[in-house]
């Protein structure tokens, strides 16, 4: 926590000092946005996991589905921005991909013993059964912290209109405490706003979102199923998740509040 304020200062400090690109807009501005998250890729995948039915193992992905809870809170400080996000995706159909040839046991660190099993590739997608020991919350969650710089394609005093680019820290949790991954974020898109009147503006923003983090399926797992799927060593190594969203929000002049904080 420590080091998070004082990284959070340290931006502050840099940020303040950098030259803006305004003209009639405010130099430092509050915005909240809210919309839909619309995912393009699976976080999980290549997992091993029991079915109840037969105990036999499967190698799987899961795939997420889009949600309207999606919440970023923004600081634009001389078009310099430093989010704050919060986002939950569904969890949508689960897809086997590989099934073993003999029954599986599960250890009690929730580890699949599958030694000497041999894993046959299915032509169709197995309709999976039981899976609730697989993931407890009934959706991922994802955080990010990110700072980024507009690059303004448009402006006057009542529209404008920027590209946003950034990077910062992104924490997902599927479902308990241990089970959260810590990682990366970029992100870059396009955004609008339109002056209401002096001190406040609407925005529009939609962006596309790259995560990557350690493996959510397991380093160890990821490894020992990469001769099975072809997975490279980087995929062993990390989770992706690419996500397009699309958001609608409020902008808040705040000059005065910040020329005196800074």
């Known amino acids: 926590m420590r080091d998070l304020i004082f990284f959070i200062a340290s931006l502050a400090i840099l940020v303040s000092s950098l030259p803006s690109q305004a003209q009639d807009r405010s130099k430092f501005a509050v915005e909240f946005n ?3 998250n619309i995912p393009l890729t699976n976080y999980i995948q290549d997992r091993t996991i029991l079915i109840l039915d037969d105990n036999f193992p499967r190698i799987v992905d899961v795939s997420n589905k889009a949600t309207l809870l999606n ?4 600081l634009d400080i001389r078009d ?22 003999d029954i599986a046991r ?15 590739p299915l032509n169709n997608s197995e309709p999976p ?14 955080y990010t912290l990110t700072i980024g710089k507009r690059i303004y394609l448009l402006e006057n005093k009542h529209f404008s209109s920027y590209v946003p680019i950034a990077t910062g820290l ?9 089970d959260s991954k810590t990682g990366i974020s970029f992100v870059g898109g396009i955004a609008s706003d339109v002056s209401l009147n002096d001190s406040i503006a609407l925005t529009v923003d939609g962006r596309l979102h790259c995560i990557l983090t350690e493996n959510a399926s397991g380093v160890s797992q990821s490894v020992r199923n990469a001769n099975i799927t072809n997975t490279s060593i980087f995929g062993t190594l990390v989770s992706s998740l690419v996500f397009a969203s699309v958001s609608v929000g409020i902008r808040f002049d705040a000059d005065e509040i910040f020329a005196t904080l800074l």
């Not at 059964?129 to 994802?142: A, Q, W």
Request: aromatic letters at 12%; proline letters at 1%.
């Open 71 to 74: 919440g970023t809170l923004t």
């Open 170 to 178: 992104a924490v997902t949790s599927t479902s308990q405490a241990e």
């Open 106 to 120: 599960q250890s009690t660190n929730g580890n699949i013993d599958d030694a000497n099993i041999v894993y046959e």
């Open 34 to 36: 809210i919309g839909p």
């Open 129 to 142: 059964g039981d899976f609730n020991d697989l993931i407890i919350s009934d959706s991922l969650e994802l």
């Open 80 to 101: 310099v921005e430093l989010s704050f996000s919060f986002r939950q995706f569904a969890w949508g159909q689960f897809l086997a991909s590989y099934k073993g040839n």
